[in-house]
């Protein structure tokens, strides 16, 4: 619940249905009224405790839910001892037919006159009835407000739940208030943007998207939502944003003031005052030093001169003339002249102007405000701060958090600095020197010298003592300077800069210096974009990049300092967005992925992947809805161009249909990952027209070219309009005849497997530098669990275990080809004498040599695996990238002391990520994947591994049942036909 004392707001509810209430002022009407908020606590607290009440809504056949409201009120009363006054606390709740509710809280407090601000205009009632099977919301009293109408969407009694929209009658009359930016139209916005942005498109996650009306509501709530803002930004206001300035609009450098800090120096350590406590600060400067109060006694202090860098001599205590102007808050209020008074709620105190006048600051709405009573009995009242009146305090005060003669105030807890009066905004604090030299430890306690030329604070923990029970916090002292400034007449927006150009997303490259410490880079850009729209609802697709340093811990020195990831995210209008994440190597120009392009053309939206020949563009239809609300639907030439692409066998054919595939999935996989969404259908690309059709044949066809699963062609989909479109049936057929037999006899895998032992947690197995599970001469060898480091080998031909023996009686075969240690994690594998980054679709399988290792890259699925070989060659010559030999692949399964080879090396095994199959494929083109049914559902198989002769096949099963039971197994393998 969220109450505004500033406005004193408080609002009576009106029901008038079939008699009116006691408060009531006017006869009965239909429907129900939320009255104009009492201006005093006496109304206020005459009101019922409770009351509810509802009215009839014809809104056509089967739609005769009611409009119902409800109230309630709590008043408190005054505790003088504690300086509470009484209160009275409203809640409404008005709930329409539609299931979507608009709830409003208010509080009026009964302060002592001439103790309180004067309240800002009463809030307006709101009429809400039913007429002509329309639901009417009217503000009265608001003469720029315009009556908004909603409509059902359909007539039936079949179409539940009932949705609403905005009729074009209705659009029309807003529409004009959308562009005005003055008070009367501010006004407006504020109470339509109320009613619409909390309450009535709260049922719109499940709207039916094959109509555009149905988005109406919400594309209304996000143009008054735009509009709003564009109102606060035309009088010098400031958005309110975590986000400084200079971070969402980098391209608007020029603005930002010049501010410079120098190093810090730590001069001693202080204990941080308790939480919202009333006593005056430990620090504060004097004389141009900043004293201390030693918090021993609380008597005496020291100071210290940061120009000659030195402590003085203890002395009493005294803080000067200015002592007896605390702007702090008390229990009763600020001190102001003879009373107390309560600031506004999210306001505190900053700075003593006078005896009856502070400067307040709110954090939430970057604001600036002077509270001040007259002489007199005169109410308080709020104004903007004066220039000469915040110099004139900031150079007598004892410190402060402004600085440069009070036109801007530091915020220590986003570590930025914000201008205090008109044209409001905030500017990142960048400290100079070392970036470790704060790092993520919070501040506090800030406090600028007068002159402005100094600043100490507290510096808060390292995150590794964030826990600990020693509160004490390093004092710091660094210089400040702030150079010539001239705020901009015009009030700088914080939107990204339009561009007309195309939008580019990037491939993912990295040419520029690696990033240091806990760097990251931020650009945002966007394109206006011309759907048919109306002219005064502007649309822009907007890119959105971030780059940071690699977040892995732990990784190889030198492959983590220069890899950044790499996120790019485009936003187009309707609900659609496409991310490309990625890491690259600082100074890499190798990648096989294209710039991502974006163009808008008048009503529609294309995108294509440069240097990729013949592929075909996917251009979505703008289907325009009220207030700018956009269906997108695929356009019939690219369906057009996907047939003719599909109905050849080329290698270019091939390539481009796969490129377009992995451009649909930047938007599927966007839509997957948003935190807290349930993907709708017109936010998927792939759900367009017959693409998800067309995706599916496009998989089939590259496993035809490159390789195939044997279950793939039981996945398709061959009835229906689109498969018949696609040739689903034609593309299922040729699936089915390219699988092969599984070259491995049935029989060895059904009821010859034997259970050998159990296993307290999955064992690791080669390429591991220690792996607790590996073959030697013949026999499979584990080491025991129990500490000793001991080791038991199974012989499969006398099929018995053999005594515990010391692991280092039993070296490796080939040490050289063991390269991958245990505390090696992350993106980085070592190789060679170098540390070679890798992505996540990228797994190591089986290293060749001190120099070569074979990978499984599965960045086309888990199930079309590809191997590669990553080989780093002598001296300093470029890693390359190339397809294994059958011959290296059979020497380095026997060499081993097992592996994922088999067959003389002509396959491989691979695990899948669900844990509940391996496969068997080959090693090289042709590729093909088998899948090995070694368990029932009723197990997850781990760590499979072949003997070096090929004779038997080793894995770990896990029941997914209670009690979990993880059973070592032994399989003989027996070549097939």
């Not at 009658?169 to 619409?196: H, K, N, Q, Y």
């Not at 350590?269 to 004389?287: C, H, I, K, V, Y």
């Not at 060679?832 to 599965?858: C, K, M, N, Q």
């Not at 760590?943 to 090929?950: F, I, L, R, V």
Request: with cysteine; charged share 25%.
């Amino acid at each position: 619940m969220h109450f505004r004392t500033v406005r004193g707001w408080c609002l009576g509810l009106l029901l008038t249905l079939s008699a009116p209430l006691a408060f009531a002022a006017e006869p009965p009407s239909q429907g129900v009224v939320l009255a104009a908020e009492p201006l005093t606590f006496a109304e206020a607290k005459v009101l019922p405790d409770k009351l509810t009440g509802s009215a009839a809504c014809d809104l056509g056949p089967g739609k005769t839910a009611d409009i119902t409201v409800s109230q309630t009120v709590e008043v408190t009363q005054a505790i003088p001892d504690f300086c509470r006054p009484a209160e009275a606390v409203i809640t409404q709740t008005l709930s329409l037919p539609d299931g979507s509710h608009v709830e409003r809280g208010f509080r009026i407090v009964d302060d002592a006159p001439g103790t309180q601000l004067p309240p800002q205009p009463p809030r307006p009632r709101i009429r809400v009835r039913c007429e002509a099977r329309r639901l009417e919301l009217a503000v009265e009293g608001v003469p720029e407000a315009p009556l908004l109408t909603l409509e059902p969407i359909g007539t039936t009694a079949t179409a539940t739940p009932l949705r609403l929209r905005v009729p074009r009658d209705s659009e029309a009359r807003i529409l004009p208030l959308l562009i005005r930016d003055d008070a009367g139209a501010r006004r407006a916005l504020e109470e339509l943007d109320f009613l619409v942005g909390k309450g009535v498109p709260s049922r719109l996650s499940g709207r039916d998207t094959r109509l555009p009306e149905a988005d109406s509501v919400a594309g209304l709530a996000a143009a008054l939502e735009r509009a709003r803002n564009h109102a606060v930004l035309a009088a010098g206001g400031d958005l309110g944003t975590y986000i400084p300035r200079d971070v969402l609009a980098p391209d608007l450098e020029a603005d930002r003031p010049p501010l410079k800090t120098g190093a810090p120096e730590t001069i001693g350590e202080l204990q941080p005052p308790e939480p919202d406590s009333t006593a005056d600060s430990d620090l504060f400067w004097r004389q141009g030093r900043l004293c201390v109060v030693q918090q021993d006694t609380g008597k005496r202090m020291r100071c210290y001169d940061p120009v000659a860098r030195r402590w003085g001599k203890a002395v009493s205590v005294n803080r000067g003339e200015q002592s007896a102007w605390s702007p702090r808050v008390g229990r009763c209020g600020i001190p102001l002249g003879a009373r107390n008074v309560r600031p506004p709620e999210n306001f505190q105190p900053e700075l003593r102007l006078s005896p009856r006048a502070v400067l307040l600051w709110s954090r939430w709405d970057h604001e600036a405000l002077v509270m001040e009573v007259p002489e007199g009995n005169g109410p308080p009242r709020l104004r903007a701060p004066e220039a000469e009146e915040l110099k004139k305090a900031v150079l007598a005060s004892t410190g402060s958090r402004l600085l440069g003669e009070g036109r801007f105030i530091l915020d220590e807890d986003r570590k930025q600095f914000c201008s205090v009066r008109r044209p409001l905004g905030c500017w990142s604090l960048r400290w100079e020197g070392r970036r470790e030299d704060e790092g993520p430890a919070s501040l506090s306690e800030a406090s600028v010298s007068p002159d402005g030329r100094w600043i100490a604070y507290l510096r808060g923990p390292a995150p590794s003592k964030a826990d600990s029970d020693d509160e004490t916090r390093a004092l710091v002292v660094r210089s400040l300077e702030l150079g010539p400034y001239v705020a901009p007449r015009e009030p700088v927006s914080t939107a990204p800069r339009v561009v007309r150009t195309d939008v580019v997303m990037e491939k993912p490259v990295w040419g520029e210096p690696a990033l240091g410490e806990n760097d990251d880079r931020l650009f945002r850009a966007r394109i206006s974009c011309d759907l048919g729209q109306d002219a005064r609802i502007p649309f822009e697709l907007e890119k959105h990049t971030s780059v940071s340093q690699d977040p892995w811990e732990g990784s190889a020195g030198g492959c983590r300092d220069n890899r950044v990831q790499m996120h790019q995210e485009l936003t187009v209008p309707g609900g659609l967005t496409f991310v490309r994440r990625a890491f690259a190597v600082a100074g890499d120009r190798q990648s096989p992925e294209g710039d991502v392009k974006v163009r808008c053309q008048p009503g529609r939206l294309s995108l294509w992947i440069e240097g990729v020949p013949d592929f075909p563009a996917l251009s979505l239809t703008a289907n325009m809805g009220a207030f700018g609300a956009v269906r997108w639907d695929l356009a019939p030439e690219t369906e057009t161009r996907l047939q003719a692409l599909l109905a050849r066998d080329d290698a270019p054919a091939l390539d481009a249909l796969d490129a377009f595939a992995r451009l649909v999935k930047l938007n599927d996989d966007a839509r997957e990952v948003s935190a807290g969404m349930k993907p709708n259908d017109d936010g998927h690309v792939s759900r367009m027209g017959c693409l998800a059709t067309a995706l599916e044949a496009i998989s089939a066809r590259r496993a035809l070219a490159d390789g195939v699963h044997p279950e793939q062609h039981a996945l398709l989909k061959t009835d229906g309009m689109c498969a018949e479109r696609y040739g689903m049936r034609a593309l299922q057929q040729r699936l089915q005849a390219a699988t092969l037999p599984l070259p491995l006899r049935v029989g060895a895998l059904k009821g010859k497997a034997q259970v050998i032992g159990r296993v307290r947690s999955v064992p690791s197995i080669p390429p591991e530098r220690q792996p607790q599970l590996y073959w030697r001469a013949g026999t499979l060898c584990l080491v025991q669990e129990d500490g000793t480091q001991q080791v038991r080998c199974y012989d499969p031909a006398a099929r018995k275990w053999g005594p515990a023996v010391a692991r280092q009686d039993r070296p490796f075969p080939r040490e050289d080809l063991l390269l991958k240690s245990q505390d090696v994690s992350g993106p980085c594998y070592p190789l060679g004498g170098r540390s070679i980054p890798t992505s996540e679709d990228v797994r190591d399988v089986l290293p060749l040599s001190s120099r070569a290792s074979l990978f499984a890259d599965t960045s086309r699925g888990a199930l079309a695996p590809e191997f590669k070989v990553i080989e780093v060659p002598e001296g300093a010559g470029p890693v390359r990238t190339r397809a294994p030999t059958v011959e290296e692949l059979a020497l380095a399964a026997r060499a081993g002391a097992g592996s994922a080879s088999l067959g003389e090396g002509r396959f491989l095994l691979h695990g899948s990520k669900n844990e509940r199959s391996s496969w068997l494929c080959t090693a090289v083109r042709p590729w093909m994947c088998w899948n090995l049914d070694l368990e029932s559902e009723a197990y997850a198989v781990l760590a499979a591994m072949a003997s070096p002769d090929g004779r038997w096949l080793s894995y770990v099963r896990i029941s997914r049942e209670k009690p979990y039971t993880e059973e070592l197994v032994l399989l003989p393998l027996t070549p097939g036909p």
